[in-house]
Each structure stands twice: as C-alpha cells, then as structure tokens.
C-alpha cells in the first residue's frame, strides 16, 4: 500500500501543477476568446451639399444679378452623384456629392425661369441663328472691364445634348466662392445666360433644371465658361442633363 501511495501521490501534484500552468482558454468547456470587434470611428464628415437652387428669381423675373451669402440651410445632395471626372476647365460631373460644399450648398428648391435675353444688335456671329445670338461665343472677350462691352462676371451657354446642338432655356446656373457668397441667374432661349453682378473667384459652380444637377469638378479661376480652355475647348460644352 505504501509502495502505490508512492506512486500516486506524487502522480496527482504533477498533474495539479500542469493544470495551473494550463492556459485557461484551451481547457474544455471553456468557451473561446473573441477576436477584437472594434471598428475605428469614422471621422467628422464634411458639410454636405444640398442641388436645390435658391429661391429667390432674378433679374427681370429671370435672373439673380446680385451675390448673396449663403444661410447655411443644408439638404439633399441628390441621388445622382455619378462622377465624370475633369481637368483645370473645369468639366461638369454628373452632381454633388453628399459630404461636400457645391455651388448648390444653402440654395433652395429649383425654380424655373427664363434668363434675359442674350440677343442683341450688336452681335453679329456667322453660322449662328440668328446672328445676334452669341452661343458659344466667349463672351469675356468683350465683355470685361475696359473692354467693347458692358461687363460680365461670368457667362457661357447650356445645351441639351454633349454635341451642343439643342440649347437649353430655364437652367439655373449658380456660382458659389469659398466665402460663401453665391449668384444664380438663368439661360434664355437659345442657352445662354450672364451676370454682370460683382464676383470673384475661384468658385463652385454648378447647373441645373427639374431634373438633374450637373457640378464642376475644379474650382474655375474665371466666368469665360465659353473660351477654348473651358467649354469652348476640350472640355466639351455645358450640356444638362
């Protein structure tokens, strides 16, 4: 008897001693340990923009001709955010995207106006029709300070298709700076649209009718939106949609 004592004994404390050396989590019905779940918490997002224009009209019932500040009111960016992508003339994408500012951040809902006419007798483009309309033309040309003129801050013309065959009336047409202050105005009848309304840029630009929001994806450093290192170029004509 003494003799198995001898054996067991010190059987039974090598197995106690291996057990509190076990680790605690390999041992049976222990249940397993979690990985690490945790998640990094996103950042602050930046201020998102609303495609509604603001509400208050225009010059002769057509266009806003004066800069405003922006309220700060911001809504929907609007569902069709699709990017185009763009170079320094400042191509138009496919509209806003929810988190940042655009040229439509703080405006209210669109409202449809027709833009004054950019007809005048003093025009006289070939090939157009009819020649006093200025479509296409790069209207800071002429129309600047000290020049043949009245001058513009900005202005160019909107068409409904890439190729610019079908000109495009009651676009609003908005530019915002970085300060906040913003002009909208609207195309007349055969696309074209102007503000002779102080302004300075760079700024977020914009166009838009009911139905779709197109957005500059550069900052522009100029209103010659027609001249051929803008739309007058390779960077296509404005068309919405």
């Not at 605690?24 to 990985?35: D, I, K, N, S, V």
Request: aromatic share 6%; glycine share 16%; with cysteine.
């Amino acid at each position: 008897m003494r003799s198995l004592l001898r054996i067991v004994i010190p059987a039974l404390v090598a197995g106690a001693a291996a057990c509190s050396n076990a680790d605690p989590t390999q041992l049976r019905g222990y249940p397993e340990q979690a990985e690490d779940s945790t998640e990094p918490t996103p950042g602050a997002g930046s201020p998102s923009s609303d495609s509604g224009p603001r509400a208050d009209g225009g010059a002769s019932d057509a266009s806003v001709d004066a800069p405003v500040g922006d309220g700060g009111a911001i809504g929907d960016a609007g569902a069709d955010a699709a990017r185009d992508g763009g170079l320094e003339g400042g191509a138009l994408d496919g509209g806003a995207d929810a988190g940042a500012t655009s040229a439509f951040t703080g405006a209210g809902a669109y409202t449809s106006k027709t833009g004054d006419s950019a007809r005048k007798n003093a025009h006289n483009f070939a090939g157009n029709n009819p020649t006093t309309n200025p479509a296409k033309q790069a209207c800071l040309g002429c129309h600047v300070a000290g020049g043949s003129a009245p001058a513009f801050s900005f202005g160019g013309t909107v068409f409904k298709d890439v190729a610019g065959t079908m000109p495009a009336s009651n676009v609003e047409i908005r530019v915002r700076d970085l300060a906040g202050n913003a002009v909208s105005v609207y195309t007349d009848a055969d696309g074209n649209f102007f503000s002779k309304a102080a302004f300075t840029f760079p700024a977020h630009t914009g166009a838009r009718d009911g139905a779709a929001t197109k957005l500059m994806v550069t900052l522009p450093g100029n209103g010659n939106c027609n001249s051929t290192v803008c739309h007058g170029g390779a960077q296509g004509w404005i068309h919405v949609p």
